[in-house]
């Protein structure tokens, strides 16, 4: 359950960096793609390590390509 409130949490902290005013068009749609990565893992409930692994690869994966262009 702690996993959970901690994905939840990430979430947050990324749909409130969205909500703000602070990034630009092109980073807030990599922003958004990292949150739907996020939510999809979510609702899995089968997922394994391999699982969890490749979605944090490609939550990073899209928040490098957003935050370092």
Same mark, same amino acid.
């Given at each position: 359950? *702690? #996993? &959970? $409130?901690?994905?939840?949490?990430? @979430?947050? *902290?990324? +749909?409130? @960096?969205?909500?703000? !005013? !602070?990034?630009?068009?092109? #980073?807030? *749609?990599?922003?958004?793609?990292? &949150?739907?990565?996020? +939510?999809?893992?979510?609702? $899995?409930?089968?997922?394994?390590?391999?699982?969890?692994?490749?979605?944090?690869?490609?939550?990073?994966? !899209? @928040?490098?390509?957003?935050?370092?262009?």
């Amino acid at each position: 359950m *702690q #996993q &959970i $409130k901690e994905l939840n949490a990430v @979430l947050a *902290q990324l +749909r409130a @960096l969205v909500a703000g !005013n !602070n990034v630009e068009p092109g #980073q807030k *749609q990599e922003v958004e793609k990292a &949150i739907e990565t996020l +939510r999809r893992f979510r609702r $899995k409930p089968d997922s394994t390590r391999a699982d969890m692994f490749r979605c944090v690869r490609e939550v990073a994966e !899209n @928040l490098l390509r957003a935050f370092l262009k």
